[in-house]
């Protein structure tokens, strides 16, 4: 897949919640690849954006299509870096994400955004990423191999959405931070 250079990367602001919500709740309303069943209003998600600062280990980098419209490029996308876990022993471990807009699936973004964000985590004293994916969810599968991540686990029927059960595979890629010991 061809990382497309014409799309910009950014930290995500407030500015771009009305966007970012959007391309949530597709996915909470269309599919099993997030087990929330409810779609969220902005103010919902507010605290949710707020808890990903432009520094720091736990980030929100949105892609943009700056061709798209006049003064208002489209998001195309996101990735996050969020806590694996709340305890302070897990404060190097990162659970990642990034979702696209389904006009944008399958162009390179999030190829792009996970490219970003983990240039962006190298300086931070991080030893290692999680992802979780919904099974199943081959694109999902391929740009995690692409980026170094080996499966290490899959729990079985752990969610309940659209009537069934979801299996969700745990993926980890060691992080090699500039900072940790």
């Known amino acids: 897949m061809q990382i497309p250079t014409e799309v910009q990367v950014r930290p995500g602001t407030e500015a771009d919640l009305e966007a970012l919500t959007d391309i949530y709740n597709h996915y909470v309303r ?3 690849l997030t087990f929330d069943t409810a779609a969220f209003t902005r103010e919902e998600r507010l605290p949710w954006l707020r808890s ?3 520094d720091g280990p736990h980030r929100l980098l949105v892609a943009l299509d700056p061709g798209t419209r006049v003064n208002a490029p489209h998001v195309l996308g996101y990735a996050t870096s969020s806590p694996y876990r709340p305890k302070a ?3 190097t471990s990162v659970e990642v994400s990034v979702y696209c807009a389904p006009d944008a ?3 390179g973004v999030g ?3 996970y490219k970003e964000l983990f240039e962006a985590l190298a300086g931070e004293d991080l030893h290692r ?4 994916i919904a099974l199943p969810n081959e694109p999902s599968v391929r ?6 991540f080996r499966h290490v686990g899959t729990y ?3 969610g309940r959405k659209f009537g069934r059960y979801w299996d969700v595979a745990w993926y980890e890629k060691p992080l090699l931070s500039r900072t940790a010991p």
């Open 30 to 32: 269309e599919t099993a």
């Open 52 to 54: 990903h600062p432009e």
């Open 89 to 91: 022993a897990y404060s």
């Open 105 to 107: 699936a399958g162009r």
């Open 111 to 113: 190829t792009l955004l």
């Open 129 to 132: 990423a999680y992802a979780a």
């Open 143 to 148: 740009l995690h191999d692409a980026f170094g």
């Open 156 to 158: 079985t029927e752990v």
